[in-house]
């Protein structure tokens, strides 16, 4: 089983951020080949969970026998036998049943988070080369533009050729640059086309939505725990081994056999009630050890799973703070920058040169860069931070 480590979402502004990408998870909740054979699973197993329910089937012996020369007569006797537990038995087994079909449900959620979870991500990295397309586009149409200028000027002579050669590489670069982010934003998308069950899927968001942590982390944290799946299914494995442990008490208990038993011979009519029982004295005999045993690992495992757990919600939950505080310091200097239509009016008013132009650009776009992947590490940690939400 494959379980992230997942909780309830209390961050403020997570609604928001995950509405963004609300119709694209709703298409792959419905369309995921993935997710639709996980449930078909969940159904057998639930079935298969059920069997044995019901009392045994009923025995049935007839014999015939045939009388010596002497005698002149045949016998023909009759059994009819239920074979019946304790009473006790039949409501431990449902009850191992119930909860055994409460884990599938459980493990069937984690798995519908899993793989929404994994489309989120795509749809976040596919935000990012959005937001990148829309950038590289802009350098690219002003690239193209210098490019023209600079081979009109040096067909009348008034240019050098480094400066042209230097307009014609900056634009081969934004020609480059764009084509290696479209080829990304496709390759995410054929992924997104996976999860979806084939089906192509378009996410033109390109603009990552603002979030905030809550102030202290074991208040958020005391409320996140008790809806994490991964908590439940422990403690659901927990109930399981008690319940497990009932059924093999409640099979050491004798079972009893009752019916009718009947034997004829000629004339002569023997018939009544037939009473039997099964003491079990030596093959439940280990079952007992080993169900206190698997109950002691269970609690074992789901304590463990708890400090874990809490570990590494606390990571997740402290790299985001650094991240949003990263964010904002990065968004704050490059406010204070001078901008893309800044930069190129300087150069169209001839404040700068081309290669000056072409250096204060190169600042910006990293700038640029270094905060749309502060944003888009931000938003996948809140994603796996709310990954219940979906």
């Known amino acids: 089983m494959r379980l992230f480590i997942i909780t309830s979402a209390l961050l403020v502004g997570a609604a928001a951020h995950a509405g963004a990408y609300t119709d694209v998870l709703a298409q792959v909740e419905k369309n995921s080949t993935a997710l639709e054979a996980r449930r078909s699973l969940s159904e057998a197993r639930k079935a298969a969970n059920r069997v044995g329910l019901a009392p045994e089937n009923p025995e049935v012996e007839f014999s015939y026998q045939w009388g010596s020369a002497d005698v002149q007569a045949d016998k023909k006797t009759v059994s009819v036998m239920q074979p019946l537990d304790f009473p006790t038995a039949y409501g431990s087994r449902r009850n191992l049943a119930n909860s055994l079909n409460a884990g599938e449900d459980i493990e069937l959620a984690a798995e519908r988070m899993n793989i929404l979870l994994e489309a989120k991500r795509l749809c976040i990295d596919i935000t990012y080369q959005n937001a990148l397309h829309q950038l590289y586009t802009r350098q690219l149409d002003n690239a193209r533009s210098i490019a023209e200028t600079y081979n009109t000027l040096d067909a009348a002579g008034q240019v050098s050729i480094i400066d042209k050669k230097k307009a014609q590489l900056n634009l081969a670069t934004m020609q480059s640059r764009l084509a290696t982010i ?6 995410l998308l054929a992924e ?47 109930i399981v081994k008690e319940r497990e442990a009932k059924v093999h008490r409640a099979e050491n208990l ?75 310091r990065l968004d704050t200097a ?19 040169s081309l290669l000056n132009y072409l250096l204060e650009m190169g600042y910006y776009l990293e700038a640029t860069e270094n905060l749309l992947d502060s944003r888009r590490e931000l938003a996948q940690t809140v994603a796996e931070l709310t990954a219940f939400e979906l």
Not at 182 to 187: G, K, L, P
Request: hydrophobic share 40%; aromatic share 8%; with cysteine.
């Open 192 to 238: 997104l086309a996976r999860l979806n069950g084939g089906n192509a899927v378009d996410v033109t968001v390109d603009e990552f939505e603002p979030c905030a942590l809550p102030a202290d982390f074991d208040t958020w944290y005391s409320q996140a725990a008790a809806e994490s799946p991964l908590l439940r299914y422990y403690a659901q494995q927990v």
């Open 334 to 352: 490059l406010a204070e920058c001078n901008g893309e239509d800044v930069l190129l009016k300087a150069y169209q008013g001839r404040e700068l």
């Open 254 to 328: 004798p079972k009893l056999a009752v019916g009718y038993a009947g034997e004829f011979v000629a004339t002569e009519k023997f018939q009544g009630i037939a009473v039997g029982v099964s003491i079990p004295l030596w093959g439940n005999k280990s079952k007992a050890k080993r169900a206190q045993a698997e109950i002691t690992a269970s609690i074992a495992a789901q304590h463990s799973a708890e400090i874990e757990h809490r570990a590494q919600m606390r990571k997740l939950y402290d790299r985001a703070a650094l991240l949003t505080a990263n964010t904002q």
């Open 182 to 187: 479209d080829a990304e934003r496709a390759r």
